[in-house]
């Protein structure tokens, strides 16, 4: 039997408790905040969007993907998905999506809760753990207050993402203090910071859009979903998506340019095939003048920025305007440019990117290749995911196999 301690009382270190403990080792998890699962309570809107069917390593971001690879291994997801359905979890699946039955994040949190009681796990809140060292074969853990020995450590710190005032700002400074190299710790899944003089205009708007983000002028990746368009630049899941490499491109010094498409339903996404989709709209519809043609898919507000970067009057009629007056409104709705100029900070991001490089580690069991005994998950680590659940994924296989390894 082992004595382990487990900084961190969030998804990946309650899980690593949780299986460490039905190894048969004493285990405490030492957690900063007042309880432990408090960012899960958050997750998917306080509904806990747990899981995600589509595990393809396209939805993850690190900078060693065949590692994780190894991680996420199709036997680790179905010992995972098996572990939520043991402690009573019944999902509820929408469009791959998995939830808590319940629809309440409090239902994962209860039961996880119970597991590690069950588990002989003690957990013990407003912890501020400030240092880990390992001297022989014993590990000390240094808080403000107190001290802790162990033969194990899990470090399950979690990011600098979503402190929300909660944050201990020594997170990277523990690893990095252990011999740890970092990825450059950038938010993720976050909004985006524009340039425009229109932001007060459109703020507020809720629409489905394409969107795009170019490198400086060169194509990356493209995303669909809502688009929510504030009085400082996007948000919304279709954004949160692009966030990382927004965040790491401006950190190159690279020009980072969101295209919009407004309006994705029009087959042949170009100003051509807008200009036919109006001309056929101005002729079924009649006796409307240019808003109030637009206005029939397309959010007024929106509408009174889109019109006047066109510089066209709102009581304009369609069929009076010249061919590249309706070319330059037909490339504003299909690809309007909108220059990134930042991201909002780390206390409204969901995850960071960056953190301890997965070559530090054994893929296998969460080992530090460099310091016996210690483990390190979750958010930690260099590895982020898409908006949908992979954040959590990760959290409980990496978790899983740091808990599993201790015997």
């Avoid at 402690?87 to 994040?105: D, H, W």
Wanted: net charge positive.
């Amino acid at each position: 039997m082992a004595e382990v301690i487990v900084v961190g009382g969030g998804a990946s270190g309650i899980i690593s408790a949780i299986y460490a403990g039905k190894n048969g080792n004493k285990v405490t998890v030492l957690e900063r905040n007042e309880k432990a699962l408090k960012k899960l309570l958050v997750t998917g809107n306080g509904h806990c969007n747990y899981w995600n069917q589509d595990q393809s390593l396209d939805h993850y971001h690190t900078a060693h993907i065949k590692l994780l690879e190894k991680i996420m291994a199709t036997s680790n997801q179905k010992e995972i998905l098996n572990f939520f359905e043991k402690i009573g979890i019944v999902p509820k699946i929408k469009n791959g999506y998995y939830y808590p039955y319940s629809n309440q994040a409090a239902s994962v949190r209860e039961a996880l809760l119970l597991e590690a009681q069950l588990a002989g796990v003690i957990i013990k809140t407003d912890v501020l753990v400030e240092e880990v060292i390992k001297q022989g074969d014993k590990f000390t853990i240094k808080s403000k207050n107190s001290q802790y020995k162990a033969d194990k450590v899990i470090l399950a710190l979690g990011s600098k993402a979503y402190f929300k005032g909660s944050f201990a700002p020594n997170i990277y400074e523990i690893v990095q203090n252990m011999g740890y190299p970092i990825n450059t710790i950038l938010p993720a899944l976050v909004p985006l910071c524009g340039k425009g003089y229109y932001f007060k205009t459109w703020s507020g708007v809720r629409t489905e859009a394409q969107v795009t983000l170019y490198e400086n002028g060169h194509m990356c990746q493209t995303e669909t979903g809502e688009l929510q368009l504030t009085d400082y630049g996007l948000s919304g899941i279709c954004i949160f998506n692009l966030s990382g490499l927004v965040a790491e491109g401006l950190n190159n010094g690279l020009r980072e340019v969101i295209k919009i498409n407004f309006a994705p339903f029009i087959e042949g996404k170009s100003a051509f095939a807008v200009v036919n989709f109006l001309d056929k709209r101005d002729k079924k519809v009649p006796n409307r003048n240019i808003f109030q043609l637009l206005e029939g898919f397309l959010h007024y507000k929106l509408i009174k920025v889109l019109l006047k970067k066109a510089q066209i009057a709102e009581n304009s009629i369609w069929s009076n305007l010249s061919e590249n007056k309706k070319k330059e409104l037909a490339r504003m709705i299909y690809a309007f440019e909108q220059p990134i100029i930042g991201t909002l900070d780390f206390d409204r991001a969901q995850v960071c990117r960056g953190g301890v490089f997965l070559t530090e580690i054994d893929p296998y069991t969460m080992e530090s290749l460099k310091i016996q005994g210690l483990y390190l998950t979750g958010e930690l680590l260099d590895v982020y995911g898409d908006c949908g659940g992979y954040n959590l994924s990760f959290a409980w296989v990496s978790g899983m196999l740091a808990g599993k390894a201790i015997k």
